[in-house]
């Protein structure tokens, strides 16, 4: 599915790429993911593993919802402070099989880097992005820059919101909103912040679809 929110494609000057699951693609990703927010739970809450059984399918962390919520606006639900969670995810972030995975071809990003400025803004921990792109190959030295927390950043409650960082890009490329383009796989976490502010989105499910979209639309 690839969702098209982008009012009109010929003003975009600048790009904005979410990371996890945007850059890259395994066909395992829901079975890791569901794994480790299992395990996440069991490590971080009270319960026990019937009741975060129960309590994960009713919030929506199934295999087949593969629109689940984000971990960080949910975890009240299984009784785990976000504070705890931000904690917990800087040396026990989410992983998948490297070997199945795609990734975003570098080729169509260094095209593109030639015409808009790129950045990456993610939730995910910086030290864990950087580990993340070596392993799936991914030059992030094309981007102008990464803009993910610092793990202090995380451990004060300082980290700024995608919106807040979608805000500084704007001003930073003395841009219109209109004139940025986000990618990412979620419409809530990615997408959303963004037509907020008055600029454009696109939803992807596989690196391909980005690949697809920039040769027929940005290049
Ligand atoms: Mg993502």
Request: glycine content about 4%; some cysteine; hydrophobic content about 40%.
């Amino acid at each position: 599915m690839k969702e098209y929110l982008c009012s009109n494609v010929k003003n975009v000057k600048v790009l904005v790429f979410d990371f996890d699951e945007t850059l890259y693609y395994s066909p395992d990703v829901r079975e890791y993911y569901i794994k480790y927010i299992k395990s996440t739970i069991l490590n971080l809450s009270s319960l026990t593993e019937m009741e975060t059984d129960s309590l994960m399918k009713e919030v929506g962390f199934t295999m087949e919802n593969k629109a689940s919520p984000s971990f960080s606006s949910s975890c009240g639900r299984f009784g785990i402070q976000k504070r705890a969670w931000d904690n917990y995810r800087i040396d026990n972030f989410f992983q998948i099989n490297y070997k199945n995975a795609e990734s975003i071809d570098n080729n169509i990003l260094r095209k593109l880097s030639m015409h808009y400025p790129m950045y990456v803004v993610t939730n995910e921990v910086y030290k864990n992005i950087l580990i993340k792109a070596e392993r799936l190959g991914i030059d992030l030295s094309i981007f102008k820059k990464l803009l993910a927390p610092s793990a202090e950043a995380l451990l004060s409650g300082n980290a700024k919101t995608k919106k807040e960082l979608y805000q500084d890009i704007i001003e930073g490329e003395h841009v219109m909103s209109n004139q940025v383009l986000v990618i990412g796989d979620r419409i809530k976490v990615d997408v959303e912040p963004m037509l907020e502010l008055g600029g454009n989105g696109l939803v992807v499910t596989r690196p391909k679809e980005i690949e697809e979209f920039a040769v027929n639309y940005l290049l």
